[in-house]
């Protein structure tokens, strides 16, 4: 069986945004006010604010800014408000990248063999599937690590994937010190074995983006919540949830029916549930699924039911995850996931008086599972390399294929 997976580059643009001349204008006060008016809000709104980094750190960062406002440029004061906001340690705590009028035209994706660049505008189709091998003099660790500072994640996985909503941002580079005063990224690249240090200029928004691989990616479903495709020869069923929430015209309860009497009038061999990519939103969505797989006798049996799990699968997507492996006999197929087991949500938004920024800020903490590890892990890890994703190998379903129990053997 071959399967198209079209990567999940899912760059969204945000309704939000913020002017460049409104952000150069406001003065020290004004950014004091919001300074404080954000530390206020962290506090109050937050469960426990203070459970990665020490108080003390944390408003010796907010004090040193304050004293630091003539010094800075509008782009570092964000850049700086950021990596406060990053500093409380989750995920859904955050200062998300706002919609501002250029971008840098790359989109990243960090591989088992390294960080490529696997999306791009169309005047820089020159770079796209190359490797990066430096980001502004530095090597990629290094750059990463700096910005690893601003981007709110709960884990390595979480950091991964979210990295690159932040590197294509000039106001955050700039502000970080890996572009120039001008926006302008300097990268170090190979393709096909050349390398090439090329510069790469801000562009503004609204430009499509080009991503190309061996195969045309199969376009059906994006912007579904959910779907599911029957793969006659291997006997599988692929359930995709991408989004836990409930489709308009096509409520989940009665797709859920209508997927499941496909199973009592197909041959059904494994069911696969996808959650890769799925970044939360309702876990009580799913809730009818769970229940109708638990009296399954068919299908809820180890080597007939598998979940695939990724750097993407985050908040409620991971509760889900969880309440699967306490209920069914399913086996975790994929990467370890960008949300931890037990982790802060239920987010909670407010912007920022003066400058605009808006801000997310968790106001509970999930405390559904003794797993207390960084991230919900997989029974079978599949991490793919960029050749496996250029070739559009999905080592996940490849490893459901293949996976035989004892008695099969």
């Known amino acids: 069986m071959k399967r198209i997976q079209f990567i999940g580059i899912i760059l969204i643009m945000w309704t939000a945004t913020f002017s460049v001349q409104n952000l150069a204008d406001l003065s020290s006060e004004d950014w004091i006010e919001d300074i404080e008016y954000l530390e206020e809000r962290l506090i109050s709104i937050h469960p ?34 950021t990596e406060i906001v990053a500093s409380i340690g989750d995920g859904h705590t955050v200062v998300y990248p706002q919609g501002s009028s250029t971008l840098y035209p790359i989109y990243t994706y960090w591989f088992s063999d390294g960080l490529y660049i696997i999306a791009t505008s169309e005047s820089e189709q020159r770079l796209l599937n190359s490797k990066v091998l430096e980001i502004s003099g530095m090597k990629v660790d290094d750059a990463l690590k700096a910005l690893r500072r601003v981007v ?18 000039p106001e955050i580079m700039m502000g970080l010190g890996l572009a120039d005063k001008d926006g302008n990224l300097v990268l170090k690249v190979e393709n096909n074995g050349v390398v090439n240090e090329v510069l790469v200029e801000p562009q503004n928004t609204g430009f499509q983006w080009v991503q190309k691989r061996i195969e045309e990616i199969d376009r059906t479903y994006i912007g579904r919540k959910y ?20 489709e308009k015209g096509n409520p989940f309860i009665f797709f859920n029916f209508e997927m499941f009497l496909f199973t009592w009038t197909n041959a059904v061999d494994k069911l696969v549930i996808d959650l890769r990519g799925n970044g939360g939103g309702s876990s009580a969505i799913l809730e ?33 995850a969880i309440s699967l492996k306490k209920r069914t006999n399913a086996i975790f197929v994929g990467e370890p996931t960008g949300g931890s087991p037990r982790h802060y949500g239920e ?44 070739y559009m190998r999905d080592l996940a379903m490849e490893a459901v294929e293949s996976y035989r129990t004892e008695k099969e053997e």
């Open 152 to 169: 709110s994640h709960d884990n390595e996985w979480g950091f991964m994937n979210s990295h690159s909503d932040y590197l294509n941002k």
């Open 288 to 320: 009818p699924f769970i229940l109708r797989m638990m009296i399954d006798w068919r299908l809820n049996r180890t080597g007939k039911l598998f979940v695939l799990i990724d750097r993407g699968t985050f908040s409620s997507a991971v509760l889900n």
């Open 48 to 81: 426990n604010p203070f459970f990665r980094i020490d108080r003390g750190v944390f408003q010796t960062s907010i004090e040193a800014l304050e004293q630091s406002l003539e010094e800075l440029s509008w782009y570092e004061i964000y850049t700086r408000l």
């Open 227 to 246: 779907w599911y495709q029957y793969y006659p020869d291997s006997k599988i069923l692929h359930f995709h949830y991408a989004s836990c929430g409930s």
């Open 347 to 390: 987010v909670k938004r407010f912007v920022l008086p003066n400058s605009g920024i808006s801000v997310s800020c968790s106001s509970t903490y999930w405390r559904t599972t003794s797993d207390t590890s960084p991230a919900f892990m997989p029974d079978i890890i599949a991490i793919r390399s960029f050749e496996d994703y250029y």
